[in-house]
């Protein structure tokens, strides 16, 4: 008895007889059959469990596209995992720096000998991986989001995936909640001292804040700056979740309003 796996099931061939054993699951079937050349038509085969040709060839599309957004998805998620790792690789880094280069003050206030030449040295090499791992989210980044890694670069792009948890996440949100990721907390206190009758101000940006075009900006200016960027982002966002496709004119469009607003 021959087995052969096709994406609607099972058929086993036992001397010319064939028998079709229908799968449970489709997706499952399709994932899991093999591609090789049959002895027999697919298709002819394939009217023993299914009433037509038309509906044989409209479950296939439906399956097929299915396994597909299951292989994205799949994909999405191992890239959005590895730059946000990537991330905090960079922020511990830059925590080493900070206590290495502390650590090489305080020495140098009583001697300056071969361990704070040692430091010295750690500190440097420190300072050529977070180069060497800036680059690589940046390159990751403009792979999984190309929009959104245009619009602010890697890094900042990064720290919002990681705010948001995923891109299909990040792809669902409003502009006006990307303009405040990472300003969370601020929002709450502020929104308590509200509802209590007490005077407070809300925050007009977060992690977007360390973009030039906003944090280069007079006060007065920078919220009106960020609502467009936000606004962008949020269109960049959905873009890259759904097709990958580099939209240039969003970075246009926030380079346009940045010097207008610069005037």
Known sequence: MIEYKVWFGKIYKRNSELEVIKSDDFVESFIESRCEKLPFSLKEISLKIFPSEEEYYSELRRTAIRVAEIEVEKELKSSDRYIISLLKALDEIDLGINLFSEKIRDLEEIRTDKTTEEFRRIV??????????????????????????????????????????SLKRLASMAGSTIQILGAEKSLFKAMSRIKKGKKAKTPKHGIIFQHPYIRTLPKKLRGKMARFLASKLAIGARVDYYSGELKEDLAEAVRKKYEELRG
């Open 124 to 165: 440097g090499e420190l300072k050529e991986l977070r180069k060497d791992i800036e680059r690589r989210i940046s390159s990751e980044a403009s792979k999984l989001m190309p929009n959104v890694t245009e619009l602010v670069g890697g890094v900042i792009a990064a720290r919002l995936l990681e705010r948001a948890g």
